[in-house]
């Protein structure tokens, strides 16, 4: 009896375990194992078990073997079981030894690093985290923009390309990006770099694809990558490729999406993995688990998805610590005082509402109170409900004028506002007064701009105010990005986002930029060049926010270069409220990834006016806020 | 269904030869490939014909016939015919009597539909009907079975849409018993329908979250009679009272426990769910408790002491059953932890249940070694509440 064993063959993607017949080893209480809980049928006839595992067949060999192991019972493996199981083996010997490499690069920093054919000397924080990049096959960085993400990577490239580890790297990122991979490699390399950018009409794509297989640097977005899977993953298959994921946070939902299916899906075909973002937590911390996931397909290193989510709800503290903790060996952040930067200032400044303004907004927040009780109680309909109340607020704080607009940004109707008596004076507003708060945020570029020489970028969540602004503006020439503007080349070869940065960056007579955070809070740098950030009005999106911060604020500064924030508050109005909970927000990022304040990359869909998750508590500080403000509390 | 049997061909062979057999006014209305068809009607001999065996609505029947046989039926010998005629007509015996006489007195008015070789698809219970009716009584009107013949291109999947399409327009369930559904739902599954396709077909009876859990219902099931060593004894589940704690056991205890505690919490449940249930002593409300059980490391110790999955002694069962009602007490207890005088209340109410004068009672060890138990617990508690107050 010695002898029995279970015997596992894999074929085109189904796993099949079979026993002799009447051969007690696979019993009915491990057979629940399989079937109920792992997802095996039974084959009718035999005692076989069988699973249609496609993709995930790595995944369902490991669980297998690691039960009957756990169990003590013996199995045998065909050619192709041995092959995968070896490869299941391989990959999890390499992530513990990741995990080990990880955690002895922590402890001791390597200090010395030769990268082949690297022209740009690596900045002194920057070599631990090439070594730790190339130490990993899947390792992610966190670490502040500005901290040359993007050269670390191609340091850590150029290592193992030198030793034959891999032949390529593939980027899938924002569109964005794509300009400062191309530069940075030129500057890394001292040469222009084999590159191709998958892109454009679906005919002309299979060429790109055909070119790919002979390039250093290919590129693509994140929805390239989901319309073109296929081809993707016969790149990836038929080279070594190092697959970066350039600002993962956009696989960031935990329930899944394309984006993500995607990318995780094409994860066990690159030979490196890499995650990229400085902000891979912007709302809660399960923003993280599909991005870790990407890293190690095999691994459940957070545990499994439903597992993560309940033990979020149930107490998101504890998760916390336990992420920081099962991850602290894979992933590697320059913090923002690492990088040797000064300080910058941030300046809140109060305002009070003009008058017009403060019988609106009182008018307003007495409705959205009186309304808390009407509320639907459809989570979906709620959601969206409560997104109106919270904009209109904010509209009302801003600028008035937005109310009767048609919100582009957040897809709000204009205010219909029958039975308020206010309307007459929110459809005439503008010719009543200005808002207070515009007025003092055009002084105050005036003062600096005019006065003082200085750049400035003027940061608002409303196209309206752009506009208002540009007008109001108009004699300082500013220049202007909101998501309707286009955004390279491709698009427009006159106007275009990348055209009007350059020219921002470079030609010194451009001195005012006012933008929206949709539009342009990514992968920009306009450090150096820029000291002041002027913020008219913030949302709740903790991202946006964050990311926009370090637009200027990021290596390169020196210990003289004074960076100033102006931030902008209606008195007793939402803003006191959105700037409380964006501390928050980014306190909690900060602490899960080990202290300090940093910042940055996300792209998030404009539509979004606030996370899900966050947007119950965004709401109900909007509430008490509101008691507050009119006395009700 | 492509291929060609010799009753096949001769089904072809009358159906061409033997016009007058047309039943012109009776059409039958098939839904196939996605195009309403109406295909013409004729009388075809009962010969001709055989019983489909994988018709779901006696799929449990024909599994127990077959397991109590210790071989596999075939419809097209005789022998086998018979058998199976035996099963559709003891199905539903209320009802195949009130069709009998319906057919008696009226004659066949609902066509009946067959595939291009002889199985039949819609009708099988009549045909069983109108077979025993012509050996018994030999007059020729109960010699044939009008209907419609499917075309030879109509493959597994089509088949499955059609067969469940009728079926399930009445309500499945009711009639044909809630196992035979689930049986259904995974032939549908087995002939390599999508989820999708098969909810489509269904006209969005169950939505695919819905047809998930039922086929893992029905595997919990396998599980079950493999565990009871009564493999593809599915006629043991003909009573909805006894699905439901099936449906109660995957939807609100292994599902959750999957999804939000693990794997090996929820396989652990499987094995005493099983012999809960096996003792016909808990009800589906019940069983839903073993999860907030197994989420209580008390209550789950309290329950799991001793358990022997394969134990199937009474003794051993009606004990598991006790100590499992042990922990549903312990775990409710802790919900109501904020009502402590109500919690109290209900224990001396349970104690006055104890009846002294019972001469059972009188020197139980481990009844007096709880009862120690309790007064010290009770003392203590007396004592620290007591004393807070001062």
Redesign the interface.
Known sequence: MGTEVVRISVVNGIIQLTAEKDSPILG??H???F????GFQ?DEGTSALYIDAGSNVHKKLQETLQYLREKGISFELDERASKLAMDVEDEHHRFERSKEIGSELKKNRVATLTVPGFKRPLKLYQIPAVAHLSGLDGAANFSVPGSGKTSIVLAAYAILRENHEIDRLVVIGPRACFMPWEDEYEACFGKKPNTVRISGSKTSRPGLFRDAANADLVLLSYQMAANDQQDLEALLRQSKAMLVLDESHNIKRIEGGRWADVVLSLAPFAKRRVILTGTPIPNSIQDIWSQIAFLWPNETILG?R??FR?QFDKNPTALEEQVRRDLGPLYWRIHKRDLGLPIPQFHRISVELSPYQSTIYRALATKVLSDVVHAPEDRVKLRPWRKARMVRLLQAASNPSLLKENSPEFQIPPLEASGLSIMEIIDRYSSYEKPKKLLAVEKLVRTLVSEKGEKVVVWTSFVHNIETLRNSLADLNPMIIHGGIPKDDKEDEEINRERIIRDFKTIDSRKLLIVNPGACAESISLHKICMHAIYVDRTFNGAHYMQSLDRIHRVGLGENDHVHYWIFLSKNTIDEIIDSRLEEKQNRMLRILDEDFSVLDLDVDESAFSEEIDEEKDFAAVLTGLKKELGQD | MDIFTERSKVLEEYIKNNPNQLVPELKAPVLIGGQNQYLPVYRIPLKLLIYNIRNGRFSAELLKKESDLKRKLDPSIEQDAKILQEILLQQKPDETENLMNDLITHGQLDPGLVTFDGAVINANRRMAILSKLHSETGNDRYGYLKAAVLPKNINEKELWRIEAGLQFAKDFRLEYGPVNELLKLREGVKSGLTLTEISQSLGGRFTINELKSRL?VL??I??YL??TNQKGQYIKFQGQRKVELFNSLNDNV?EPL??????KA??EV??IAFRLIESENVTYLEVRKLRGIMQDKNAKETMVTGFQ?DNHKESVTSDLVDRFRLAIEMVDAKEEKEKPKQLVERAIAMIGAIDPSNPAHMQDKELIKSLEELKSKVGTLYVILTRTKC
């Open positions: 009915w209480q057979r629940i194992y079937v109920n809980i792992l039974r499994e439903e597992q309940y | 893992k595997e919990l396998d599980s493999e565990s292994v999957l999804n939000k505690v693990s794997k929820a396989a499987i094995p999955p």
